[in-house]
């Protein structure tokens, strides 16, 4: 291994630049050359890419998003794409591989790496937290704190007005940022995509709290299918009389902001395992942290699992969260 080039790919999370800069340097230790591709699998095929030295990720361990830049690149998708990003990691004379993004982007490096046979590492980077074979991915605790964060914000004024808030948390179709962000800010109630509701019995459930309590937060993850926050908005308002609600849709905040300590450790860690695995001949994997051991799974298994929501949490939540 005497080059490899690594990309952000997908949403950007918290972290991300922890783990680049812990890549350089590892790699800089092992003489190995580091290329940044930027904007992620479109600079790729457009051979965006340039040397990084070990000076250039200095300063960066705590910022939020990514110095790489990323983007969501359909041409990827496609065959011929990927032939362009393939030949122009020949072109620079690249050895592996390390792609930083969620499920799609390592989705895209598993396929690449079946066609090509270039040597990829796969490092788990989503505030979604719906990665297989890790406990936590890079951006998640950064994530979970801007929620809370929020929440608590939120809670100050519902208090005072002694209203209901339906606060909206990201998380595509995984609920492990609404139910641990919930948990932590004392949520009334927490839904959750992998959980059934009708509206009807969320909307009863909700009348039930509201008997003792008047200020009441309910998180609402985006993923959820029983209906929309606007709607379940005029439920509540049509069947909880003189109910005083509102919406709060957290966005992409989320996304954003200085990484956590655990986000930057949990980066640096797994930046230095990808160019371990690299150096140990490693080929189609992603990298992981597994009750705090380095582990390492294939990516043909990873892209196909999830990571699933804690049962034992959500019960928890369930006991908790309303009285
Ligand atoms: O996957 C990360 C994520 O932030 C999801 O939680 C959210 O659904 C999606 O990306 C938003 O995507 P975009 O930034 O393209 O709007």
Not at 70 to 83: D, I, L, M, V
Not at 143 to 154: L, M, N, P
Not at 187 to 204: C, F, G, H, N, T
Not at 290 to 296: E, F, L, S, T, Y
């Amino acid at each position: 291994m005497k080059k490899i080039a690594v990309l952000t790919s997908g949403g950007d999370a918290p972290g991300m630049n922890a783990c680049i800069r812990a890549i350089v340097r590892t790699a800089y230790n092992k003489n190995i050359l580091v290329y940044g591709i930027q904007y992620g699998y479109s600079g790729l095929i457009e051979n965006n890419i340039n040397l990084i030295n070990p000076e250039d990720v200095g300063n960066s361990i705590h910022v939020g998003g990514t110095f790489l830049k990323t983007a969501r690149s359909k041409e990827f998708y496609t065959k011929e794409g990927r032939k362009i990003a393939y030949k122009n990691l020949q072109k620079n004379d690249i050895d592996g591989l390390i792609v930083l993004g969620g499920d799609g982007s390592l989705t895209g490096a598993n396929i690449f790496y079946k066609e090509y046979k270039l040597p990829v590492i796969g490092v788990p980077c989503t505030i979604d937290n719906d990665i297989y074979g890790t406990d936590y991915s890079i951006g998640f605790a950064s994530a979970r704190e801007t929620v809370v964060d929020a929440i608590d914000k939120i809670r100050d004024t519902a208090a005072s007005h002694e209203r209901i808030f339906i606060v909206e948390v990201m998380g595509r179709e995984s609920g492990n940022l609404a139910l641990e962000s919930g948990i932590a800010a004392g949520a009334e109630l927490i839904l959750i995509p992998e959980k059934k509701y009708s509206m009807s019995d969320v909307v009863k459930k909700i009348s039930e709290i509201n008997i003792e309590k008047k200020s009441i937060i309910i998180v609402y993850a985006e993923g959820c299918r029983f209906g929309s926050i606007k709607k379940l908005s005029k439920s509540i308002k049509s069947e909880i009389k003189d109910s005083n609600v509102r919406c709060s849709i957290l966005g992409h905040i989320q996304r954003g902001g200085t990484a956590t300590p655990s986000d930057r450790i949990l980066g640096s860690i797994l930046g230095n395992k990808s160019i371990e695995s690299l150096i140990d001949n490693n080929k189609n994997i992603m990298v992981g942290l597994v009750n705090n051991k380095n582990v390492i799974n294939n990516l043909s298994i990873v892209v196909n699992k999830k990571n699933k929501i804690d049962k034992d949490l959500y019960q928890l939540a369930q006991v908790i969260s309303n009285y």
